[in-house]
């Protein structure tokens, strides 16, 4: 794969970030969280999929791949819990629906 065909993606995007608590934030901290490599912050994925996801939360977007909801709900979950950014009620009802899919293997990769 072509390093063009790559993006890297941001588990809770910025704007996402912003929406729920980072706007509060001074600069030294927006740009910890925007570049933090100590949490599941950042991820490889392909251009075309980053750009079709855009910056929603998981209560208006769902990966296409059930079997990564477990995965990418608790990264979301941890990310927002260390940051102390709130969620919504329609955001913790899709989690809890990702979170459901969990399974004791999936479970056992986080």
Do not use: Q
Request: proline share 5%; with cysteine.
């Amino acid at each position: 794969m072509a390093a063009s065909s790559v993006d890297i993606d941001h588990v809770v995007p910025l704007a996402a970030g912003w929406r729920s608590g980072a706007w509060a934030w001074d600069a030294a901290k927006r740009r910890a969280f925007a570049n933090d490599l100590t949490r599941p912050r950042l991820i490889a994925v392909s251009a075309k999929s980053n750009r079709a996801k855009g910056d929603p939360t998981p209560a208006t977007w769902k990966s296409p791949a059930v079997d990564s909801w477990c995965l990418y709900a608790k990264a979301w979950t941890h990310v927002k819990v260390v940051y102390g950014l709130t969620i919504t009620e329609a955001e913790r009802a899709a989690l809890v629906e990702m979170l459901d899919t969990c399974t004791p293997s999936t479970t056992a990769r986080c």
